[in-house]
């Protein structure tokens, strides 16, 4: 498994140039650029360690 490691608006950002390379067609080039990491959501709720699990 591959994937990016940003934040919420660069995932939007793939989306878009995804949906927009379908739109044009086989044989084009779709740039987009992430400018941000997912480093500021490993600080929040979701990667708590959670008491007995590792």
């Not at 878009?16 to 990491?37: E, F, L, M, Y």
Request: hydrophobic fraction near 35%; proline fraction near 2%; glycine fraction near 16%.
């Amino acid at each position: 498994m591959r994937g990016i490691f940003g934040g919420i608006s660069s995932g939007a950002n793939v989306w878009a140039a995804i949906q927009r390379a379908r739109h044009i067609g086989p044989g084009k080039n779709i740039v987009t650029v992430v400018c941000d990491s997912g480093l500021k959501y490993l600080s929040g709720d979701l990667y708590k360690r959670v008491e007995g699990n590792r």
